[in-house]
């Protein structure tokens, strides 16, 4: 609605009297009548559309980092890398203040993998895997750990170290074997080809049909589980099937397994140790292989 002054006018506020302006005095004595709007305007310039908003320094208080979350249990973070020197820094310095133990499965890098991380991380323990490949070196580095909780993040920079107590929350709160999800609200990959998401989708079902689980994501190495279902997880697996294959011994044993968003960055330097086809088929006869009832009859 607009009302017109005897001007012929528009007001610029409709409330707005006709004939009487804001401030304006009334009977001789009275004191001149305000409103609301005159109060404002003596307080602060008008802003007008298209003044930019005041620029505000920053203040620097104390920084929230990922690192405040407690739990009450002890925590082993267990890292498997081969030639990562470095990626290793960008990991370690994000390891939150939860974590009490760091385990290094170092594959006999050939180049200063070690020495990164000793000195990012001087407590840092070393272990030997034995023989190479992703499986061998972290069931080696699980058989060391001594946390009630364990974590395995992988060394290249491809998972977030702040992202570690959301797996930890979940575990405070009964669930048994927590993995990170690419595929939930939340989550994402900035790494996975086309390739590689299609041949995650198609094990994805498999698993899920085999093993009668509602996951959204298999072949993600970030991961955390309670250190005492060790022994139900089994793991035997030498390469990169381990991941699924402490999935699928995870939905076999009945463990109660809760998925959290990640988001799965890329490679921050160095050259993959995965390929996919091979390593696709490897996953594909581990599902196969130990999937419930497989073993009747035979
Ligand atoms: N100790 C050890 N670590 C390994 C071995 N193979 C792979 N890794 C580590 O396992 C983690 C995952 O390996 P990647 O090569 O990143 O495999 P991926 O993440 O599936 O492949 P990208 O997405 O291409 O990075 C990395 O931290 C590797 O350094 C191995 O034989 N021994
Ligand atoms: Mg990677």
Same mark, same amino acid.
């Given at each position: ?8 006018? $528009? ?20 004191? $001149? ?11 602060? $310039? ?253």
């Amino acid at each position: 609605m607009s009302t017109t002054l005897p001007t012929g006018q $528009p007001s610029a506020n409709p409330a707005t009297p006709s004939g009487s302006s804001p401030g304006t005095p009334g009977p001789p004595g009275a004191r $001149p009548r305000r409103r609301a709007a005159d109060r404002i305007a003596d307080r602060a $310039p008008m802003r007008r559309a298209g003044d930019r908003p005041p620029v505000r320094p920053l203040v620097r208080g104390p920084a929230r980092r990922a690192g405040d979350y407690r739990t009450r249990h002890t925590v082993s973070l267990v890292v498997p890398a081969r030639d990562e020197a470095r990626n290793i820094p960008w990991v370690f310095e994000q390891i939150p203040s939860c974590v009490d133990e760091v385990i290094l499965v170092d594959g006999s890098s050939r180049d200063a993998t070690v020495t990164m991380a000793r000195a990012c991380r001087p407590t840092v323990r070393d272990v030997d895997q034995g023989a190479p490949g992703k499986g061998n070196a972290l069931r080696a580095g699980f058989a060391a750990a001594t946390g009630e909780y364990i974590v395995m993040i992988d060394a290249d920079g491809s998972m977030w170290p702040g992202e570690i107590p959301h797996f930890l929350h979940f575990l405070d709160h009964g669930y048994d074997f927590v993995k990170g999800s690419r595929r939930m609200a939340g989550g994402g990959s900035l790494d996975l080809t086309p390739l590689r998401a299609l041949g995650n989708k198609a094990l994805l079902l498999v698993v899920n049909r085999l093993y009668g689980g509602l996951l959204t994501d298999l072949c993600y190495g970030y991961c955390a589980f309670r250190r005492d279902f060790l022994a139900e997880l089994d793991l035997r697996a030498t390469g990169f099937e381990i991941e699924a294959e402490m999935i699928a011994h995870a939905l076999r044993s009945g463990l109660r397994i809760a998925e959290v968003p990640s988001l799965e960055l890329p490679r921050r330097s160095g050259r993959s140790h995965l390929h996919a086809v091979s390593d696709g088929r490897r996953v594909l006869r581990t599902l196969l292989a130990e999937r419930p009832g497989a073993g009747e009859g035979r």
